[in-house]
């Protein structure tokens, strides 16, 4: 499948974005055809280990871009008192909000919260973690990564950690739009707060339900330094290797990065 000749705008996020075909073309833990989603397990090892860092975790995280998931909260939850989720499209944030309302129809994330409980060392415990993030997340409020303040008319107090998954180089069309979005992201955060970023590298499309989206092509540098201009000092950057092959995405790798923002005072 080819990449899109053009940018994917906001709107058509708005006007055709699926997400009950989303959430089963990539949150199941086995394909259609039972082949594991390696995908999927190894973000969930990298939230996990980003969440186990020392010194991550305070009142507040805003994750920004959610989507219609809750996979990222999984590992966050243990760490924040309340949770802000964010997204720009409205079917999204509905899809979001009948899960955490245990309403009939809702994706069954069972499998996957089993899977980073047993992660934490307590399969057993996944109902608990379920009910935790129903209960952390606070609001669920539409942004849009490329206004100044992203969460317009609304604004929110600064946050002690933003964490953003495969969100902005779906949102940006370029380099200097994903350097400009990551400032606008970095307002949100306290200083001595946290940045938790999972963003694919070298990923130009992905695809599900016969549509075709596009995503800004990044190298690992280019998020670093954008982040660095931002305002924080990078703290912990690894790269997974995604093997070839995925008919839905032409990914080749997923960084996991957490920063720290500067005090503006220090320059």
């Known amino acids: 499948m080819e990449a899109p000749a053009i940018f994917t705008e906001a709107e058509v996020y708005q006007r055709s974005f699926n997400p009950q075909e989303y959430l089963k073309a990539f949150?199941?833990?086995?394909?259609s055809r039972g082949q594991p989603n390696t995908f999927l397990t190894k973000n969930l090892k990298s939230l996990y280990k980003m969440f186990s860092l020392e010194g991550l975790s305070g009142q507040t995280l805003v994750d920004v871009g959610c989507g219609p998931t809750i996979?990222?909260?999984l590992s966050a939850c243990e760490r924040f008192q309340?949770?802000?989720a964010l997204d720009y499209t409205d079917q999204n944030r509905r899809e979001l909000q009948k899960w955490l309302k245990n309403e009939a129809g809702a994706f069954d994330w069972s499998p996957v919260v089993k899977y980073v409980c047993e992660l934490e060392g307590d399969r057993e415990?996944?109902?608990e973690k379920e009910e935790n993030v129903r209960k952390k997340v606070r609001q669920v409020l539409k942004c849009d990564v490329t206004r100044a303040n992203?969460?317009?008319p609304v604004s929110l107090p600064p946050a002690d950690c933003l964490l953003s998954t495969l969100c902005l180089e779906g949102a940006c069309k370029d380099l200097a739009t994903f350097r400009s979005a990551l400032r606008n992201l970095g307002a949100l955060v306290k200083p001595g707060g946290h940045l938790v970023l999972l963003t694919v590298l070298r990923e130009t499309y992905y695809a599900f339900s016969n549509q075709v989206f596009s995503c800004l092509y990044l190298e690992r540098s280019d998020v670093e330094e954008?982040?660095?201009a931002a305002g924080f000092d990078v703290r912990f950057s690894e790269v997974q290797p995604h093997p070839p092959g995925d008919i839905c995405a032409d990914c080749d790798a997923v960084l996991s990065l957490v920063a720290c923002r500067r005090d503006p005072g220090t320059g």
């Open 226 to 228: 954008a982040v660095r």
């Open 82 to 84: 309340e949770i802000l």
């Open 71 to 73: 996979y990222q909260l």
């Open 125 to 127: 415990k996944w109902a």
């Open 150 to 152: 992203p969460t317009e």
């Open 27 to 31: 949150y199941t833990l086995s394909d």
